[in-house]
């Protein structure tokens, strides 16, 4: 999934995600992050070893259901 290209990145800073960097912006608790560095890319990656480590997959939902994300092949 990505970021949609009409989206504002400081939307998203009501779904936690407020670490930013030239590279990346992301929620560090939900261990989800967005590639900003190539405008055009805005890919989502979501880390961890194991379930305690995808406790908020509820921020992708939330993404999913403002219509904030799409998907990508």
């Known amino acids: 999934m990505k970021i949609k290209d009409d989206i ?3 939307e998203l800073e009501k779904y936690g ?3 930013i ?3 990346y912006i992301w929620n560090e608790e939900a261990n989800i992050s967005i590639c900003i560095e190539n405008p ?3 890919t989502l990656f979501v880390y961890g ?4 480590d995808y406790q908020d997959l509820g921020v992708i939902y939330d993404l999913v259901k ?6 990508v092949e």
């Open 21 to 23: 960097d030239e590279d």
């Open 49 to 52: 070893q194991d379930e305690e």
């Open 8 to 10: 504002d990145l400081k």
């Open 40 to 42: 055009e890319c805005r």
């Open 17 to 19: 995600f407020n670490c």
């Open 66 to 71: 403002a219509d904030i994300v799409e998907k």
